[in-house]
């Protein structure tokens, strides 16, 4: 009896220790059981190329989520982490190439702007006593209208010196991942070795007992937020770094990544716990989902409710933990703590690699002779792509490739990782449409080092050779949008323009052509000109503010035909009759408001073509036939009377 009662005990003893190191390692559990479920679904996961991919992507990521982490273990939040990132950038190469100052200089500038405006968030929530959410949230605002005023909305080069942090070592080793390892090892060594480490724990376990036990909490909290902008600072130089520019509208929800990777790694949104490898193996968990599920060519929406969810349960395993009484991830305990933590950790490193090599075996090695093409789309939340999209998909169909789609959600950054991800899995070809010329580059470059031929669409690739270029041309077509309505005014009247997405090669180069078609008509007066960032909310929102200040406008010229519907709404009955609008793309609901004649006029792109053209194209460099550089695809103005005769 004593015997079975004892084998009885052991066993639910040794499942309350399992149960307990699985909460304990909740992340790394994921991420082990991640990393093998990706391994098993995909043959181009488990690669040298595309593991160092990984890194590469979780870098920025990492880099601003250790420095959030100290925020967070302080019971506080930082919102603002992805506009100072693209801050700091643009002050380094606006400094280095626009002013002359030296690059060493330059750098220390960016730095001192992290720095800067931590301060002034900590100074807001520490002796303004305004609540961190609001203070940093306004400051997401100004840090990202700086970037934009400092650079006038467009991508500014960076300093070549620089750019090095992009590269690899010995042609390998990329050093954005050497800079995150380094900046884990700062992070982790302010945590357990330093005063202001051990500081933030108590601050965020309880501050009022951290003020009357004699720290100086505010000062603390300007110390804690510093450090939170110079890690971003320090992101940003690294981001720009890979795209050879800085852009001014880069790391654009970069801080909910940071946040996700804190918590996801085990830290607590009310304070008090957190750690330096727990937000390390968070960042991985979401550069490993992102980087899966675009080999496995998962929907990018799809990925966005993925990752939701992701964040979700690690919230949810806080909290189990928390009731099970989980040991919490604060300091790291001393001695036999510290050694049961590492000996945690290789276990963990032995299991992994023993069941992935197990999953090795499901992959057949023989290839398929199906040639595989990935298309790279700048954002899939417009019509114009959608149509891109479409007329890839139906050519790809009928000459039997396999087309792989991704949504860059017009980030720069996220375009060039996904456009590694396609080089490392060695596909056939690759189309892409930038997000920027400029950002592309490197990607582009990599793809033409591993003999991948290019196809560009829409848009070309700055300073990177691409096979073909099968594209409208914006400037004409601006050009062709400027002299429509100023026909149809008469030669003279008052006009506003809707401007695209601040820091887009489209937005510019539509922008460039709408004031060449204009110099033509000195009797064309354009009384304002906005962004509204080719969405039809924000068009409508715009022409509604505009026609406060200018009741008697006559004629818009909006970049796209989202912005033109937009503003037609805000119009109301004016539209096509008092005031004539001109949208640009040719979109389903674009020529269907020509029709009604909301819309005066639409240029057409006529989009299904070029993603039909494209694909054929990237299906002939594969086979090695010869293909134009440039392809065009003739832009025409559509108005009502010749609505019906487009084919689109």
């Known amino acids: 009896m004593a015997a079975e009662t004892l084998k009885s005990g052991t066993g639910a003893g040794g499942a309350a220790a399992l149960r307990r190191l699985l909460l304990d390692n909740g992340a790394l559990t994921a991420l082990i059981a991640l990393v093998v479920a990706m391994s098993a679904l995909s043959g181009d ?20 989520a250790f420095g959030v982490t100290f925020v967070i273990v302080s019971a506080g939040i930082d919102l603002s982490v992805g506009s100072v990132a693209a801050l700091s950038a643009t002050v380094l190469a606006w400094s280095a190439t626009a002013h002359g100052v030296p690059v060493v200089l330059a750098v220390l500038l960016a730095l001192a702007t992290g720095v800067a405006v931590g301060l002034v968030n900590g100074f807001l929530i520490s002796y303004g006593k305004l609540p961190p959410f609001i203070a940093t949230l306004a400051m997401l605002s100004v840090g990202r209208g700086l970037a934009l005023v400092i650079s006038d909305g467009s991508p500014i080069a960076f300093p070549a010196s620089v750019s090095h942090l992009g590269d690899t070592l010995g042609g390998w080793l990329p050093v954005p991942v050497l800079v995150m390892v380094a900046m884990g090892l700062v992070t982790a060594f302010v945590l357990g070795r330093t005063y202001i480490g ?68 085990g830290a607590s949104l009310a304070g008090g716990t957190g750690k330096a490898s727990g937000t390390l193996i968070g960042a991985l968990i979401l550069a490993v989902l992102r980087n899966g599920l675009n080999l496995l060519n998962v929907s990018a929406f799809w990925q966005q409710v993925v990752i939701g969810v992701v964040i979700a349960l690690a919230v949810l395993l806080d909290t189990v933990r928390r009731k099970a009484g ?76 396999d087309l792989t789609v991704t949504d860059a959600q017009n980030d720069a950054s ?64 601006g050009e062709q949008a400027a002299k429509a309505i100023a026909e149809k005014l008469g030669g003279s009247g008052k006009i506003v323009i809707l401007q695209g997405l601040a820091g887009t090669s489209a937005a510019r180069e539509r922008a460039e052509g709408f004031a060449k078609g204009l110099e033509a008509y000195p009797g064309i007066e354009v009384v304002a000109q906005q962004p509204a960032d080719f969405d039809r909310t924000k068009g409508l929102d715009v022409m509604s503010n505009l026609l406060q200040a200018h009741p008697d406008v006559q004629g818009v010229i909006a ?12 119009l109301g009955s004016k539209a096509g009759e008092s005031v004539q609008v001109v949208g640009f793309d040719g979109t389903p609901d674009g020529l269907k408001a020509v029709e009604q004649g909301t819309l005066y006029a639409s240029v057409a792109q006529q989009p299904s073509q070029l993603g039909k053209i494209a694909v054929d194209n990237a299906v002939k460099a594969i086979k090695g036939e010869k293909v134009e550089e440039t392809v065009k695809v003739p832009v025409k103005v559509v108005t009502k009377e010749t609505v019906a005769g487009f084919s689109g």
């Open 326 to 401: 989980a040991a919490p991830t604060v300091i790291g305990a001393p001695g036999g703590g510290r050694g049961r933590q590492v000996a945690t950790y290789g276990l963990a490193a032995v299991v992994a690699v023993a069941i992935v090599a197990a999953t090795s075996f499901l992959h057949d090695d023989a290839k398929s002779g199906t040639r595989k093409i990935g298309l790279s789309l700048s954002t899939l939340n417009n019509p114009f792509f959608v149509q891109i999209r479409s007329g890839a998909q139906a050519e790809a169909k009928q000459l039997g490739v």
């Open 45 to 64: 996961f488990l690669t040298t190329d595309n593991l160092l991919n990984v890194g590469v992507q979780a870098a920025v990521t990492a880099i601003l």
């Open 414 to 477: 996220q375009q060039a990782n996904q456009l590694q991800n396609f080089t490392s899995s060695k596909l056939s070809a690759i189309v892409v449409n930038p997000v920027d010329s400029d950002a592309a580059t490197n990607s582009v470059a990599a793809a033409g080092k591993a003999s991948i031929p290019v196809i560009a669409v829409d848009r070309g690739v700055n300073k990177a050779e691409v096979n073909a270029l099968v594209a409208s041309d914006n400037v004409a077509g």
């Open 198 to 265: 051990r500081s933030m724990y108590a601050i965020g376990g309880n501050e009022e007992a951290a003020r009357l036990s004699g720290l100086r909490v505010p000062r603390q909290k300007l110390a804690i937020y510093a450090l939170s902008g110079v890690f971003a600072a320090v992101a940003g130089v690294v981001l720009a770094s890979r795209l050879s520019s800085a852009q001014p509208q880069a790391a654009t929800g970069y801080e909910l990544d940071a946040i996700a990777a804190v918590v996801i790694g």
């Open 559 to 570: 970049a796209n035909d989202e912005m033109a519907l937009g503003a037609a709404k805000a």
